[in-house]
């Protein structure tokens, strides 16, 4: 029993597989076979940064359209208060048709407000994002050339 690991104070093999040694270094062999499971991580997360960027630009974008659909609504509504106004201003000659025609340019007004919000936040969902997706594959590119600032 005196040349057992137990009494000589040597750890056994289950001993260091089980983490208390000191961790093996990777053979050139291993690394290049671990390669294609890296780089297919590597296109999946782009993959998933590509959806989750195109879906905060699609939420932007309907937002915008939503606006526009709203903005055309009170325009619309507005075009009725005209049609109203110019009924009202033919039929009485009264103080009537001022009451219709602030209506109507309120109206106007807010379809106006409107389409400008709308307008900025379509193009919000469509501006370019130097820090997204396109940056993010430029490192990467650049991290597989051996060239650039990158974390090893």
């Known amino acids: 029993m005196t040349g057992s690991p137990a009494a000589t104070g040597t750890p056994t093999d289950s001993a260091r597989a089980g983490g208390f040694g000191p961790r093996p270094r ?9 390669l294609p499971g890296q780089i297919a991580a590597l296109i999946h ?4 940064a590509f959806k989750s960027e195109m879906a905060g630009k699609a939420k932007n ?6 606006l526009f ?8 509504l507005a ?8 009924v009202i201003a033919l039929a009485l000659v009264l103080p009537l048709w001022l009451a219709t025609l602030i209506v109507a340019v309120a109206l106007l007004l807010i379809a106006a407000i409107l389409v400008l919000i709308g307008v900025n936040r379509v ?4 501006r370019a994002d130097p820090d997204g997706l396109a940056a993010s594959i ?3 590119a650049d ?4 060239v650039g600032d990158y974390e090893h």
């Open 26 to 34: 990777k053979t050139l062999i291993t690394l290049v076979s671990e």
């Open 79 to 86: 075009v009725i208060v005209f049609v109203a106004l110019a």
């Open 138 to 140: 430029r490192r990467d």
């Open 45 to 48: 997360a782009e993959i998933e």
């Open 69 to 76: 659909v709203v903005a055309g609504v009170f325009a619309f």
């Open 143 to 146: 991290a597989i050339k051996g």
């Open 61 to 66: 974008i309907g937002v915008g359209i939503g």
């Open 123 to 126: 193009k919000a969902g469509t």
